[in-house]
């Protein structure tokens, strides 16, 4: 069965402390691994797509990895306004393009 | 509008009522994903269409759940005899075609609450 896992749960950082969350997955042919920003009260937001290992995206402060196995989002010197939900999503191979989505990451930002 | 817009926002209902949740998609996009989520987790797949055809319900938790789409735009999810487990956060998501890899576009959400 697919699998996606993120850790931490919960992340608090200082503003400028850069860090990783990670997204480890099991899925059978993966088709795309996506990420999510999603604030409270709020629906995802799309992040970036990554469809083969080796695979890099950025955006501002964010930098998305891909692997086999697992996709780290970097995120560089964040800010406050980066606090939020981060989740990671893969599409399967015998999927009807539906998403299995990670349980997020909580990312606090403390000024 | 420019994204994808859901209907009521917030919808409160005592168990047993019929509740109906709308979703429109950003225009002209082909493909349509109801998703719930609950509290603390991520989203979890219910149902998806392309155009007006409902190609895969396979995330409907029971027969108590249905959807729609009868023109290909708006989409309606409805829940008969609310059940207090249903309280979650209801997401609709429009991607542009009928391909996979495609990244879904989603709406805030509606907030259901069951008394």
């Known amino acids: 069965e697919d699998q996606v896992t993120q850790s931490p749960e919960a992340l608090r950082l200082q503003e400028g402390e850069s860090s990783s969350l990670n997204c480890s997955y099991t899925v059978s042919g993966l088709r795309g691994l996506f990420w999510y920003r999603q604030d409270p009260g709020k629906g995802p937001e799309f992040l970036f797509t990554?469809?083969?290992a080796g695979e890099e995206k950025e955006k501002e402060r964010l930098k998305a990895t891909l692997t086999k196995k697992e996709s780290f989002l970097h995120i560089t010197a964040p800010k406050p306004e980066d606090s939020a939900t981060y989740l990671c999503?893969?599409?399967?191979?015998?999927?009807?393009?539906?998403?299995?989505f990670g349980a997020g990451t909580r990312l606090t930002v403390k000024p | 509008g420019a994204g994808v817009s859901q209907s009521p926002r917030y919808k409160v209902a005592k168990r047993g009522q019929d509740v109906a949740l709308r979703c429109d998609p950003i225009?002209?996009?082909?493909?349509l994903f109801w998703y719930q989520q609950a509290l603390g987790q991520g989203p979890e797949f219910l149902t998806y269409?392309?155009?007006?055809?409902?190609?895969?319900k396979s995330g409907l938790p029971s027969d108590r759940f249905f959807a729609e789409r009868p023109e290909g735009s708006v989409s309606t999810l409805k829940i008969q005899r609310t059940q207090q487990e249903d309280s979650a956060v209801y997401l609709c998501?429009?991607?542009?075609?009928?391909?996979?890899?495609?990244?879904?576009?989603f709406g805030d959400g509606t907030r259901l609450s069951i008394l």
């Open positions: 998501a429009s991607s542009q075609g009928a391909r996979s890899n495609q990244p879904q576009h």
């Open positions: 999503a893969v599409q399967a191979g015998g999927s009807n393009n539906d998403m299995r």
């Open positions: 225009s002209g996009h082909v493909s």
């Open positions: 269409f392309q155009n007006e055809a409902q190609l895969d």
């Open positions: 990554l469809y083969s």
